[in-house]
């Protein structure tokens, strides 16, 4: 469970905010605030996982409070603004909030963006070590191009290394992911019976083999990658096993 609160200053557009976060079962309110100063102590007194905040309030503001809780945008609470003037959004987004509902928002529109709240909220506890569930679940979460990208590890073809980035491909994706990752680092993140590093540069989803000619093996979609000396006994020998011979 994600667990929020809710803050804004009109009584109505804070019910309104209450009675959306009870309705989407992975968001917990723990607390509902008509201002910041009165979640500033909220939150000092247990720690939250995502605010939906009001930016026009008396005191202190939305953005600001924001700002002074965010210091860390990794470790801080996920922001999701909510607000009648459209001129803040830039603002909004300096402060590292995930979403910007106008109002008068409609459900869906505040679904989407509890959605994201989910998502960053499970790349941060996947982020914080859970690295065995990603495997069980068959997904892994790379950055990219300043977003974060999930990836179906079944959809992996290859993957290549290009000096300190990677280039994944996928066979779901037009383009391959470009990250700024390590070949050990994703390695520890892929399931051993299912890749194998060929190459220095390589590593292949042996679920997605066309073809092995001489020393290149033919991924599904048509690409020719070279087996690497170092890696030729190791792929030869698992090539081997399951050749049908009479």
Do not use: W
């Not at 700002?67 to 909510?82: E, R, Y």
């Not at 990677?166 to 390590?182: A, F, G, M, Y």
């Amino acid at each position: 469970m994600i667990k929020c609160i809710a803050v804004d200053d009109e009584p109505l557009a804070l019910k309104k905010l209450v009675t959306y976060i009870n309705k989407i079962p992975y968001l917990q309110l723990m607390a509902q605030c008509l201002s910041a100063t009165e979640a500033q102590q909220f939150i000092d007194s247990q720690p939250i996982d995502a605010i939906f905040l009001d930016i026009n309030m008396p005191d202190l503001n939305g953005l600001d409070f924001a700002k002074s809780l965010n210091q860390d945008h990794s470790k801080g609470p996920i922001m999701v603004f909510t607000t009648a003037y459209s001129e803040y959004a830039i603002e909004g987004y300096k402060a590292n909030a995930v979403g910007y509902l106008l109002k008068p928002y409609d459900f869906d529109e505040f679904e989407a963006a509890a959605q994201k709240v989910h998502d960053i909220a499970e790349i941060r506890q996947q982020a914080a070590g859970e690295v065995s569930t990603q495997v069980d679940d068959g997904i892994i979460y790379v950055k990219s191009d300043y977003k974060i990208v999930r990836i179906d590890i079944d959809k992996i073809c290859y993957i290549e290394a290009m000096s300190e980035y990677l280039r994944i491909s996928c066979e779901d994706r037009d383009k391959p992911v470009i990250v700024l990752l390590s070949m050990k680092k994703i390695e520890e993140h892929l399931p051993a019976g299912q890749f194998m590093r060929i190459h220095r540069s390589f590593i292949i989803n042996l679920d997605k083999i066309s073809e092995v000619k001489k020393n290149h093996v033919i991924i599904d979609g048509g690409a020719s990658l070279p087996i690497g000396d170092n890696y030729k006994d190791a792929f030869l020998g698992y090539i081997s096993k399951r050749i049908l011979t009479k």
